[in-house]
Antibody
């Protein structure tokens, strides 16, 4: 059974970089799917951040204005998110997800991590 | 970007009631519509994909319908454990997926 677990600092200072890692267990990243990040804040609800596959092909939400970068380490079976120049508006629960992206109407995020609350504050 | 609008924002219903949640897209998304259930303190859980495909393990009292711009999630006989917030999500405008603002279902 595939499981995802987010890790990283829970407090980040304004203007600094947020870095999170998602450890995947029970499924090899090399076996396919995309792997993504979604965040949830009281003000903006659920917001898709981006996705990556095992070969490093990425998609991003343009609203993040190129501040987000997603990378993958298949040898460690994990993937990561960095978000630069953070502000209080980036305070949110960050979820990592396993995404089905075949271009069909069944595309979805079928597995989610438990989420990690990241607060941006000095 | 495609905007997703859910209604109502919240509702209160009794055990055994039939509950319907509506999700409207700002343009046609064909049947590229998913429904998620989120309980307090938990991550969202995929309930239905492709507008009407019930995920494995999801009770049959949940159903989805619709296409184009209008979709519904129906709970035919509300149970206590269905108290949660429900979100729709469009995956038509790849790669960007967007969610509705959520509908909170409470038990009277």
């Amino acid at each position: 059974q595939v499981q995802l677990q987010e890790s990283g600092p829970r407090l980040v200072k304004p203007s600094e970089t947020l870095s999170l890692t998602c450890i995947v267990s029970g499924f090899s990243i090399n076996n396919g799917h995309y792997w993504g990040w979604i965040r949830q804040s009281p003000g903006k609800g659920l917001e898709w951040i981006g996705s990556i596959n095992h070969s490093g092909s990425t998609y991003y939400n343009s609203s993040l204005q190129s501040r987000a970068t997603i990378s993958v380490d298949t040898s460690k079976n994990h993937f990561s998110l960095t978000l630069t120049s953070v502000t209080a508006a980036d305070t949110a629960i960050y979820y990592c997800t396993r995404d089905l992206r075949n271009g069909y109407n069944t595309d979805s995020s079928d597995t989610w991590g438990q989420g990690i609350l990241v607060t941006v504050s000095s | 970007d495609i905007q997703m609008t859910q209604s109502p924002s919240s509702l209160s219903a009794s055990i055994g009631d039939r509950v319907t949640i509506t999700c409207r897209a700002s343009q046609s998304i064909r049947r590229n519509l998913n429904w998620y259930q989120q309980k307090p303190g938990k991550a969202p859980k995929l309930l239905i994909s492709a507008a009407s495909n019930l995920q494995s393990g999801v009770p049959s009292r949940f159903s989805g319908s619709g296409s184009g711009t209008g979709f519904t999630l129906t709970i035919t006989s509300l149970q206590r454990e269905d108290s949660a917030t429900y979100y729709c999500q469009q995956t038509y405008s790849a790669p960007t997926w967007t969610f509705g603002q959520g509908t909170k279902v409470e038990i009277k």
